[in-house]
Nanobody, 124 residues
Framework: DVQLQASGGGLVQAGGSLRLSCAASGFTFDRTVFAWFRQAPGKEREGVACWSKRDGITRYADSVKGRFTISSDNAKNTVYLQMNGLKSEDAAVYYC?????????????????WGQGTLVTVSS
């Protein structure tokens, strides 16, 4: 069985930082595309960052480039999303996703495996 478990959300002031973690079990990191998505109230789920060791690709949404970093610790089977310079528009429920059959940059519909969301709230 494969499983994703996201954590690390919370309340942070604008300009602050958070690091989200996604514990991934049952995946082969070398063959899996991992991504972070977010969904704000009333909005569609959008891709934030994507990493594929298989393809040597890391991608970010334009809105987070230079502020967010996706990384992994294979020994811990964990994928991270370091978020710096948080803005009010970054507030959302963040989800980690994984799939071995698609490419980085695929839409949410392309991912079969999802963790539960973790809420990020940004106060101004």
């Amino acid at each position: 069985d494969v499983q994703l478990q996201a954590s690390g959300g919370g309340l942070v002031q604008a300009g602050g930082s958070l690091r989200l973690s996604c514990a991934a079990s049952g995946f082969t990191f070398d063959r899996t595309v991992f991504a972070w998505f977010r969904q704000a109230p009333g909005k569609e789920r959008e891709g934030v960052a994507c990493w594929s060791k298989r393809d040597g690709i890391t991608r970010y949404a334009d809105s987070v480039k230079g502020r967010f970093t996706i990384s992994s610790d294979n020994a811990k089977n964990t994928v991270y999303l370091q978020m710096n310079g948080l803005k009010s528009e970054d507030a959302a429920v963040y989800y980690c996703a994984a799939d071995g059959r698609i490419l980085c940059g695929s839409s949410a519909q392309g991912f079969d495996n999802w963790g539960q969301g973790t809420l990020v709230t940004v106060s101004s």
